[in-house]
């Protein structure tokens, strides 16, 4: 019987050209693994996120850009990303604390639902800006701040009338627990100044992966109109519009990296025509993924090679509980194939079809389905690639009661 290899996603273009052993950030993968002590081990480098910070600026003249950071909270690798980026959003008191570490409070936002008072008076106490997402959490944070004796950062979180056209997570244009309904937020704009707030202006996201420029042009016009039509209303004019982001990253054969220089073009000229109101508005995105993901390499170490019934299956001992998305189990339908390679023989010729599994202890744990990789043998490394946004501290780590992985960060570039 033979069997027909699945594709896998695209391995990001720093690690695509290597041959023999995979390095990051300079140095050999197992180099890693010698100093960190063990595998399974995450391993970002902060020269890739640079390359892509250097990117948006190029394509983004004059917008700020904030760093979504719950794609990853590591705090050496927030603290690289604090230094590349102007903002810094969170979506806990949690995240609150580690980014006041790194990031002057004045240069976060809070967004979330679920905020309890206590979270919402460290933000205030802070000066950080709230994110309100009700009614109810901008009066509660007013009177938080009247205790204080301090005129709280409130931007209004918007529910837009809007959806990011082939967005792989839909936040608009339907009932959600995110923001206020549009039809409803100019009425909080207007309370919350005249109750004595420092109104920071909107926030407005309509979804996430995104990678057709088209929508998201689409989308970032929409949601300037959107502000516009809100202030107007209010008769204020935002000092910030957080245009919200939803650049996406390539995780799966067939995907094609979004054209930021395309979308970048196209905000200029919804900008140039947009309305008198927003005419001092700064404006600003907020990425996660497109920042994050392609930097980082999930690396286990085979730990048996065997065969059932024609099909080999190799198995690491890693897992979902480090690395869920690979897995297919975090906001996809159906299970697709991250990019993933032999550590020790990048670019080397496949072979027969393998199935990666982990370590746990349910068929759910499968990391690459009939992937086509050179030899692997006991002992090998195996990367998964787009392992920088939405792992270590997306995954369910408890589960089963394996060890947590490693995380280490390569150098951060100079200059
Ligand atoms: C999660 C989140 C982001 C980041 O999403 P990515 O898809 O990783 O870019 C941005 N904004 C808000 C409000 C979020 O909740």
Redesign the pocket.
């Given at each position: 019987m033979t069997i027909t290899p699945k594709p896998m996603g695209p391995i990001p273009p720093e690690f695509a050209g290597q041959a023999g052993a995979l390095t990051i950030g300079g140095r050999r993968a197992e180099d890693w693994v010698a100093e960190v002590g063990d595998t399974p081990l995450f391993v970002y480098d902060p020269a890739i996120v640079a390359t892509r910070v250097a990117r948006f600026r190029a394509a983004f003249p004059g917008i700020d850009l904030h760093y979504?950071m719950?794609?990853n909270p590591f705090a050496p690798f927030l603290a690289a990303m604090a230094t590349m980026v102007d903002g810094l959003?969170v979506?806990s008191a949690g995240e609150l604390r580690a980014a006041l570490s790194v990031k002057p409070a004045t240069a976060i936002s809070f967004?979330?639902p679920g905020k309890r008072d206590d979270a919402l008076t460290v933000a205030v106490r802070a000066r950080a800006t709230l994110n309100v997402e009700s009614g109810n959490e901008a009066r509660r944070a007013i009177a938080i701040g009247e205790r204080l004796g301090i005129a709280p950062r409130l931007a209004v979180r918007v529910n837009p009338d809007i959806e990011l056209r082939g967005s792989g997570l839909r936040m608009g244009g339907r009932p959600s627990p995110f923001g206020i309904d549009a039809s409803a937020a100019s009425g909080v704009v207007r309370m919350l100044i005249d109750a004595g707030a420092d109104w920071r202006g909107f926030?407005i996201?309509a979804g996430?992966?995104a990678l057709d420029a088209g929508a998201v042009i689409e989308t970032q016009a929409a949601t300037i109109a959107l502000a516009a039509r809100l202030a107007e209303q209010a008769d204020a004019a935002p000092p910030l519009v957080n245009l919200?982001?939803?650049?996406?990253v390539p995780y799966f054969a067939g995907d094609i990296a979004l054209d930021v220089e395309v979308v970048g073009a196209g905000l200029a000229e919804a900008l140039g025509a947009r309305p008198a109101i927003l005419r001092d508005t700064r404006f600003a995105i907020?990425?996660?993924?497109?920042l994050a993901a392609e930097s980082g390499v999930y690396l286990t170490r085979v730990v048996d090679v065997k065969d059932s019934q024609g099909e080999t299956f190799v198995v690491v001992d890693g897992g979902l509980h480090h690395q869920l998305a690979a897995s297919g189990n975090f906001g996809t339908v159906v299970r697709r194939n991250y990019p993933l390679a032999v550590a020790g023989a990048m670019g080397a010729a496949p072979v027969a079809p393998v199935t990666v599994v982990g370590c746990l202890c349910t068929p759910l744990d499968r990391l690459g389905d009939r992937v086509a990789l050179p030899p692997v043998a006991v002992g090998d490394l195996v990367a998964i690639f787009m392992a920088g946004?939405?792992g270590a501290s997306a995954s369910p780590s408890a589960f089963l009661g394996h060890p947590e992985a490693g995380q280490v960060l390569a150098p951060v570039p100079m200059g």
């Open positions: 979504a719950k794609a959003d979506a967004a979330g926030h996201y996430s992966q919200g982001g939803g650049f996406g907020e990425l996660g993924r497109w946004a939405y």
